[in-house]
């Protein structure tokens, strides 16, 4: 029982991580109706500078994701007016090149900087709890408990704020957006805006038990991808639950099938639900 | 206009003063080719074996070049990423011969030399290799040299390490690349001759997992006395961190690849990999030439050097060395025969590792040397007084 609690609780910690990351696609998908490659390198440029707010600056843990989300968010925001914005009438396969562009220009000037070494944030939090059996490192609850209130804050901000529905608007329907007077500038802006505090901060909770380089954000990248498709192109709700189902598949089939089919096992269960939904779990019904 | 007017003049003087730097050292140069993994996951292992050329080259060329029966030729290393795949590490080596002219080539990847043996001897080049699979110098080609000592001498000494201290049961969770592969099955049967079992075995994808708890948690609960991990050190460091959180208290047999000092930054210092054993890190070594080394790379470096990198700056120091006796940089036969007598000629501050001999397949040959951390500290051990031969 204390085993099968224990794989539980990793596949929390890993689904709350992805679903950050894919809640921010999500999002994007919305505005850009095509992913966002660039998201992984958002994700891994989080995680540096959440490394150097802590080893250079000597600046305190919290501080150096709030320092992430926002250098994030501000990046963000640049690569959507400077190359997203300018291609808003081109066809959809320019965006996405556009996107593998920043992304390789992202890594490459990482590397460049800062060099291909592996480096490791020190959790300020390495007490261990021991409840029975199950080993609780403080960290993962911490990943837990913070991904999801703010998974809970942002579901909050999208339906109770005036700001937040016209993002909403804007992702369900963009002429119907234009008619009742939305502002697409603004609103294209703040949706990359909150995409890339979102990756910074699931970078910075989830690097203190992983690893900081340049490729980190390829493998993150390609679970959300999985999880955007398995929970519907665009959806909220979709891009939770089917974070959690890629969690759970991963540490429960890791567990008690084999590690090395887990990634395999993840695959099936995409296969299996898009051949019963083809859209996707969570879908609106418009694109 | 008159900015511009300063450009163009800048412009002429400096090609005028390249062009007269370019007269003045009219020395000969001779390319020295080298393919491994630049970018990828891998890109940290890549340039740390293509540090250790550079910095040989500079050396080197520092002191005048080398001298080829008269000739003063400067060496310079034409680097191609190749992504640690072999398909792009033939294409590379394809591009050195062709474009650059490179006698010889170097490589940090068995999949890489496999690759370039297809057509080494034909195309007339000398393949480095840093790798230590036995099998590459085993297939007969007359044109490689194998920098390592073969992984398998160490199967013997850290069985017998770890399993009289620990106990007989062995969880195994390394990594799934193919070097991985290759020692697990060379461990494993090890092991067993050795009369202990395997209770668990469940290796990991070091790069793709973003989590090992699940692995390491599978592993675990058969309680194995000795775990064997290994893949690159910091993700061998996270596995080992997450073994003793989940509280694992017995030993570690770290697969070469993972260097103990690298595994216990990440792990939580070396209390945390009490009782592993590995390779010997460079900067533990007593060996005049380590010492020399790690001083020399921390003038330019932050950190301290590794073993690939040493081992690379020493090649790259035996190759000019043969090079010089063999009288030529074009025929890479003749500098391949002149390794012998090249070994006697390389200075000892050049050579780290102490590596004295070649055999007739192209192992350079040393005295392993392995490291046991014991209570908290590097202990150094040769094979020969471990008694496992």
């Not at chain 1, 891994?44 to 600056?57: P, R, S």
């Not at chain 2, 991990?229 to 208290?249: H, I, W």
């Not at chain 2, 209390?271 to 020399?292: F, H, K, Q």
């Not at chain 2, 020493?314 to 940089?329: I, K, Q």
Request: aromatic content about 10%.
């Amino acid at each position: 029982m204390d085993l099968f609690l224990q794989q539980v609780l990793n596949g929390l910690t890993l689904g709350s991580i992805y679903g950050l990351v894919a809640l921010g696609l999500t999002l994007v998908y919305g505005i850009l109706h095509v992913p966002n490659f660039a998201h992984g390198a958002l994700y891994m440029v989080g995680a540096y500078v959440c490394y150097f707010t802590m080893a250079d600056l000597g600046l305190n843990y919290w501080v150096a994701i709030a320092a992430a989300a926002v250098v994030v968010a501000a990046m963000s925001v640049i690569c959507e007016r400077l190359v997203f914005h300018p291609l808003r009438h081109a066809p959809p396969i320019h965006d996405k090149i556009a996107a593998i562009g920043i992304l390789l220009f992202l890594e490459a000037v990482v590397q460049m900087y800062w060099g291909a070494d592996f480096r490791r944030i020190a959790s300020p939090y390495n007490q261990i709890l021991q409840l029975g059996g199950l080993t609780l490192p403080a960290q993962r609850l911490l990943i837990i408990v913070g991904a999801f209130s703010l998974m809970g804050a942002l579901h909050l901000y999208l339906k109770k704020t005036m700001t937040g529905a016209t993002i909403v608007a804007m992702a369900q329907n963009r002429e119907g957006a234009f008619l009742v007077g939305i502002d697409a500038n603004r609103v294209a802006m703040m949706t990359f805006a909150i995409a890339g505090a979102l990756a910074a901060v699931a970078a910075g909770l989830f690097a203190p038990i992983n690893l900081v380089y340049p490729a980190m954000g390829h493998l993150v990248l390609l679970k959300a991808f999985v999880i955007i498709i398995l929970g519907g192109m665009g959806s909220i709700p979709g891009a939770i639950i089917g974070g959690l189902i890629i969690g759970f598949s991963e540490a429960l089939g890791g567990f008690y099938l084999s590690s090395t089919y887990k990634d395999v096992i993840a695959f099936v269960l995409l296969v299996v639900i898009l051949s019963i939904k083809p859209t996707g779990l969570f879908t609106k019904g418009v694109r | 206009m008159t900015f511009m007017k300063t450009v163009r003049r800048v412009a002429v003087a400096t090609a005028l003063a390249m062009g007269m730097a370019g007269a003045v050292q009219a020395a000969e140069k001779v390319n020295i080719g080298f393919t491994g993994p630049l970018s990828g996951g891998a890109a940290l292992y890549g340039e740390n074996t293509l540090e250790g050329l550079r910095m040989a080259a500079k050396e080197i060329n520092g002191n005048g070049g080398i001298d080829v029966d008269g000739t003063q030729y400067e060496i310079n290393i034409v680097s191609l990423d190749d992504m640690y795949s072999p398909s792009r590490a033939a294409v590379n080596g394809k591009r050195l011969v062709q474009q650059s002219n490179t006698p010889v080539v170097f490589t940090p990847h068995s999949g890489g030399t496999f690759a370039l043996q297809a057509f080494n001897e034909r195309d007339g080049f000398l393949v480095m290799s840093y790798t230590s699979i036995p099998s590459v110098t085993e297939k007969g080609n007359e044109l490689t040299v194998k920098i390592p000592p073969n992984f398998t001498d160490y199967v013997k000494p850290f069985t017998k390490l770890t399993m009289d201290r620990f106990g007989k049961k062995l969880g195994v969770a390394n990594a799934t690349h193919d070097y991985a592969k290759y020692w697990t099955k060379a461990f494993v049967p090890g092991w067993e001759a050795a009369g202990g079992e395997v209770v668990a075995s469940n290796p990991m994808d070091y790069n793709k997992s973003a989590d090992f708890y699940t692995g390491v948690s599978k592993v675990l609960s058969a309680n194995p006395d000795v775990l064997f991990v290994g893949g690159a050190s910091e993700p061998t460091g996270l596995v080992v961190r997450q073994a003793r959180e989940l509280g694992f208290k017995g030993g570690f047999v770290v697969m070469d690849q993972a260097k103990i000092d690298e595994v216990a930054n990440v792990a939580g210092g070396l209390e945390a990999v009490e009782g592993a054993v590995g390779v010997t890190p460079l900067v533990y070594s007593d060996n005049p030439g380590a010492a020399e080394f790690v001083k020399l790379y921390k003038k330019d470096h932050d950190g301290v050097p590794t073993s690939e990198t040493a081992y690379n700056y020493f090649a790259m120091f035996l190759v000019a060395r043969a090079m010089e006796e063999a009288g030529t940089v074009e025929d890479a036969k003749a500098i391949r025969a002149a390794i012998p007598q090249a070994l006697s000629a390389v200075s000892t501050n050049h050579n780290p590792y102490e590596v004295k001999n070649i055999t007739d397949s192209g192992n350079l040959a040393v005295d392993v040397e392995i490291a046991e951390v014991v209570d908290g500290k590097v202990d150094l051990r040769k094979v020969s007084e471990i008694g496992a031969e």
